[in-house]
Each structure stands twice: as C-alpha cells, then as structure tokens.
C-alpha cells in the first residue's frame, strides 16, 4: 500500500511537472503571437509605403518627360541690309544732295545693330547755306525664351524710340502722327529746335518690320540768313526714305510682311516703355549738325 501510494504521489508529481512544461509553452507561444503579428504588419506596411513611393516617383517622372520645352516664336528676319545702302541714289540726291557717301556707324555685330549718316551742306557764302543731316539706324532683334519674342522686343523698343523722339530736350512745337504703309507700323515725331547755328527742323520716323526697329532722323536748317526749309516737305522726304529703308530690310532677308500689320496692337502712346537700349533720336536733335554725324556714327 505505501509502495502504491508513492508510486501515485510520483506519478501525480510527473503529471503536475508535465502540465506545468505544458503550461508554459502555451505562454511562451501565446506571448511570442503578437510580437509575430507585430512584426508581419511592420513588414507588410513599410512593402505598402516602399510601393507607394516607387509609384510616386514613377508618376513625377513620367510628368517630368511629358513637360514640354520652353519654346519662342521664331524671328522673321536674321540679318540687315548695308546701312549705307538701304537708301537710294535717287532718294540720297534729294534728301543729301551735297553728302558725298555715307558714314557708317561701328557695332559690335553687324547682324543685329548698324547705322549710316549724311551731311549735306550747299554753301552759298554770304548769301546763305542749306544744311542737311540724315541718319538712319537699324536695330534687329532675336528671340528669347527668358525675354520673349523678337518682335515683341522689337515692338517694346519702337515704343521708347517713339517716346524719346517726343521728349527731345528743348523740342518745341512737337507733333507725331502714325505712317501708313511703312512695315508693320510706324510713327512720324516733328518738332524745331534752336541752336546756335540757326533754326532747325526735325523729323524722325520710327518704323517696325517684324522682329526689326529702323529709326530714320532728317533735320535741317537755312544757315547765314538762308531760309528755313519747310517741315511739311521734310516729313514727306523723311517717310518716303524710312518706307525705303524697310524695304531694304525685307529685301535682304527675301520676305517678309513690310506693310502688313501685326497681330499684335501697338502701344506707342504707353506712358511707360520700356527701357531703350539706344537713345539715338534724342541723341542726335539735340547736339549740333558737326558733332551729331560723329554721335550717331
């Protein structure tokens, strides 16, 4: 009986070690089920957010590629003619008819910027001299992705050489009008101006072709007593010549639309051009008839 009662306790014994091993597997199972769970959803989440990432990427790409090119307007014109020679024999013998050649002005790139002057002076002695000067300047402008067009640059520097042509120091009598027939428009600005070499009469035509500005000043004065010339004739002299000359323009770069106007409405009447890159038409009215044909040179 004692030997059965022990072999009992020992088995009982056996069967509480057993449930307590059992016991604590299921612990130990059931503690490491949630740090399992934990990390499969860590896993599952940074593949989810890795996927979410490389799909972004892929879509800012693709909107990268499919962006298109800052592009600009293509310019019509890309050279300019001799400046001496845009004007005729013919046309040179009325305006000038004492300049023996023209004088052409320096530039660093002829492609873009050029100008030619006469000066003309019949000297009668004491009973009188007529004095001429004409200068035509050309000025060409490239297309720019940062700026803009070539003829919207054109078109914003017509504007200032208009108004600088209006606010000649010293000017008197100013008037402009526009001219019809001459590229896509143009301006004429007159007014007299008194130096110490006489009364002086001056006419500029501002005209812009397409992407190019030509600027054409004509002035003149009776010297010694001579009689001043009439501005009604050196307006119509000086836009004849600026037609001429736009002429030259288009002829050089074998088309264009000289005369044809623009889309694009001017604004030369505006209070606030733009910044000019040459202040040649004031320039020239207001220094005297030697020293203007080196200025403008």
């Known amino acids: ?4 009662a022990e072999r009992d306790q020992h088995d009982r014994r056996d069967q509480r070690e057993q449930w307590a091993r059992g016991l604590r597997r299921v612990l130990v199972c059931a503690a490491a089920v949630p740090v ?3 990390a499969s959803g860590c896993s599952s989440d940074s593949g989810s957010d890795d996927a979410g990432a490389g799909d972004s990427a892929k879509a800012s790409a693709s909107e990268s590629s499919a962006s298109p090119s800052p592009t600009v307007q293509a310019v019509a014109y890309k050279a300019l003619p001799e400046p001496c020679k845009v004007l005729t024999k013919n046309t040179l013998e009325v ?3 004492k300049a023996k050649s023209g004088k052409k002005g320096s530039s660093d790139d002829a492609s873009t910027r050029s100008s030619c002057s006469w000066s003309s002076l019949d000297n009668n002695g004491v009973k009188g001299s007529q004095f001429r000067w004409l200068n035509v300047s050309l000025l060409r402008f490239d297309s720019d992705v940062t700026r803009g067009s070539g003829n919207q640059l054109a078109r914003e520097y017509y504007e200032t050489q208009v108004e600088d ?3 000649v120091s010293g000017a008197k009598n100013v008037k402009s009008e526009p001219v019809n027939g001459v590229g896509d428009e143009a301006t004429a600005v007159r007014y007299d101006l ?6 002086f009469k001056q006419e500029t035509v501002v005209a812009r072709v397409e992407n190019v500005v030509v600027t054409l000043d004509y002035n003149g004065a009776g010297l010694a ?3 001043t010339p009439s501005a009604d004739d050196l307006n119509k002299l ?3 010549a600026a037609k001429e000359a736009v002429a030259a323009v288009t002829k050089e770069n074998g088309s264009g639309s000289a005369g044809t106007p623009s889309s694009t409405p001017s604004k030369s009447a505006s209070k606030s051009p733009s910044k000019s890159p040459s202040g040649s038409s004031s320039k020239a009215a207001s220094s005297s008839p030697s020293k203007s044909a080196s200025k403008k040179s």
């Open 194 to 199: 008194k130096k110490k070499e006489g009364a």
């Open 238 to 240: 000086a836009q004849k």
């Open 1 to 4: 009986m004692q030997r059965a």
């Open 95 to 97: 305006l000038a008819p």
């Open 165 to 167: 042509a209006r606010a």
């Open 225 to 227: 007593g001579e009689k």
């Open 36 to 38: 399992m769970l934990i």
